[in-house]
Every structure is written in structure tokens, then in C-alpha cells.
T-cell receptor, first 113, second 110 residues
């Protein structure tokens, strides 16, 4: 997707191991978001950032932490992965909170075994 | 608490058979309603933002409309390439974060 890149695209990890997903943007947008998408639940917000080092929790933040040391990078860390965190993770960016819509990345499919 | 309900969950159409997808919402002061398209294995792609009742937006075969309780995404003479999941999201005055619906999966048969 133009201006936003997620890595890795796919990952399989074992229960109890730490995992970090990366979101990189080239749009210089202020807001960045991490969502997870699961069948029957739709998109659910994990954490978001409204500036460098400024982050806040979403509706499903337990077991996740985030960091944003640069405008362009937003990292999502699963401190100790569990099978319930098997999901597709999407990063999104926006210039403002309500203006227009979000631009989403292509997603990371994470499987915890 | 903001609520968004999309219907139907799945819709199968023949090419050229027009139809509508529904997004019903309950929010405390609507600031914006968004429609996205999501293809399998990809992230959602932004289509439209609607801000007030009576507003309409169009893009190719898609037309989005908004009332005080719901939004419709009308698809006129769909083609197989319109097959995707369509997501609706609402942004209310009570939250800085939009609430997403679960989506409608549309399949258009040639």
C-alpha cells in the first residue's frame, strides 16, 4: 500500500515468545493505529499514537505494548504471545482524527502455536 | 457506547444486478461515517466519508447515502471486480476512535 508498509507479512511463533510487528509510513501522518481483525469481530483497535512517544490504549490492549520513537515507525509488541493473539494485524495512518478516512497497511498474519 | 450493524452479512449478485448494503448506527453525535472496501489478504481501502444526513457520495458504480440512523452503499450494475468485503465505520463526538462494523461480503458472479 502506498506510503505504509508492515513487516513481516506472515509470522509463526510459539506460545510464550515475544513478537514485534513493525509499521512504517512515508506520509508524515501524525496518527498511527494498530488493529486486529478476527472473524466475527471485525476490526478492533489495540493501541494508537497521536505523536512521537504519545500513545494510548484501544479496546483490546491487554497483552500488547507499543512504541513510537520516530514519526514514521510504530511498533507493536506481544510480550509473551498466546494462542488467542493469533490474528491478522493491520496498521493504519491518518493526518487527523476525523478528517477523511484511514490508510491501512497490507496486514501481518500472525499464528501463535 | 457506539454501535454499528451491517447487513446483510453476505450478498451474492449476478453481474448487472443492482443492490444495496446497509449500515445502521447508534452514536452520540455523528462526526463522520466511513465506507471501506477490503479485498482478501489486503487491508481496507478507504472509499467515502459522509458527515451529515442527506449527504451523498459517488465513485464509479458505488453511491453512498446517509440518514440520521443509517447509511446505504448502493451498487449499480455490479461487475465481478466489485466482489469484496465492504466495511462501515462511524466516528462519534464521544470518542476519538471510529467504531467498525463487521462488514458485508459481496460476491458478484459473471
Amino acid at each position: 500500500d502506498a506510503g505504509i508498509t508492515q513487516s513481516p507479512r506472515h509470522k509463526v511463533t510459539e506460545t510464550g515468545t515475544p513478537v514485534t510487528l513493525r509499521c512504517h509510513q512515508t506520509e508524515n501522518h501524525r496518527y498511527m493505529y494498530w488493529y486486529r481483525q478476527d472473524p466475527g469481530h471485525g476490526l478492533r483497535l489495540i493501541h494508537y499514537s497521536y505523536g512521537v512517544k504519545d500513545t494510548d490504549k484501544g479496546e483490546v490492549s491487554d497483552g500488547y505494548s507499543v512504541s513510537r520513537s520516530k514519526t514514521e515507525d510504530f511498533l507493536l509488541t506481544l510480550e509473551s504471545a498466546t494462542s488467542s493473539q493469533t490474528s491478522v494485524y493491520f496498521c493504519a495512518i491518518s493526518p487527523g482524527q476525523v478528517l477523511g478516512g484511514y490508510t491501512f497497511g497490507s496486514g501481518t498474519r500472525l499464528t501463535v502455536v | 457506547e457506539d454501535q454499528v450493524t451491517q447487513s446483510p452479512e453476505a450478498l451474492r449478485l449476478q453481474e448487472g444486478e443492482s443492490s444495496s448494503l446497509n449500515c445502521s448506527y447508534t452514536v452520540s453525535g455523528l462526526r463522520g461515517l466511513f465506507w471501506y472496501r477490503q479485498d482478501p489478504g489486503k487491508g481496507p481501502e478507504f472509499l467515502f466519508t459522509l458527515y451529515s444526513a442527506g449527504e451523498e457520495k459517488e465513485k464509479e458504480r458505488l453511491k453512498a447515502t446517509l440518514t440520521k440512523k443509517e447509511s446505504f452503499l448502493h451498487i449499480t450494475a455490479p461487475k465481478p471486480e466489485d466482489s469484496a468485503t465492504y466495511l462501515c465505520a462511524v466516528h462519534s463526538g464521544g470518542s476519538y476512535i471510529p467504531t467498525f462494523g463487521r462488514g458485508t461480503s459481496l460476491i458478484v458472479h459473471p
